[in-house]
């Protein structure tokens, strides 16, 4: 039997009888396809690159001063619009489309979309200072709510099974972050192991003093 389900609906037309004539009636229009192509970029864009990077800076660049949380907070914040941006997006193209559903990629939206939110409001309107006793569960609140989306926004993009040239090039980008992440891994180990050392130092040379 004949699949009726995903791509096979995304294309169809009826059939007279009388004349013999096939007329398609239910082609994506040029519009649709385009907010579909948009849809994609976006939320690849967003969820699968700017936020990996605002993580990768805050977790292996703090040693570039406050630089590093300017880049982190532009990248959540973008990443967060454009992904939800994006999101709303799908959820249009999910009404325009009521013949296709992708139920798990729709749900992985909708939670990406949610953790956005709740990350931009509690990092403006709850992050406790630095100091505070509650900043440390904060912290892995924080964390939990970074990686997880990033993970979704992973697995989203392979998903709905991608072009293999739009795999291939996602991986490629893939790869350039996690080498990203590395080098930065690997600044923080020498800048850690510098300031400790030039720490070291100093008090001998306090203690030599003495």
Known sequence: MHSISGPNLKSYGTLDFLSGKVEATGTHHSSVSTMKIAHGIMNTISWGIVMPIGAIVARNFKGFGPAWFCVHVSCQILGSLGGIVGSVTGL???????????????????????????????GFLLRPKPDHK??????????????????????????????????????GILAALVFLGVVGAAFTHWNNKRTHAAKTQLEQRADETV
Request: charged share 15%; hydrophobic share 45%.
């Open 92 to 122: 249009v193209l999910g009404h325009k489309s009521s013949r296709i559903e992708y139920k798990g990629h729709k749900c992985i939206g909708i939670t990406l979309m949610s953790l956005a939110i709740v990350q931009v409001l509690a």
């Open 134 to 171: 509650y900043r440390r569960f904060w912290n892995l609140f924080h964390y939990a709510l970074g990686y997880t989306a990033i993970v979704l926004g992973i697995v989203r993009f392979d998903i709905l099974e991608p072009p293999k040239s739009w795999r291939y090039a996602y991986m």
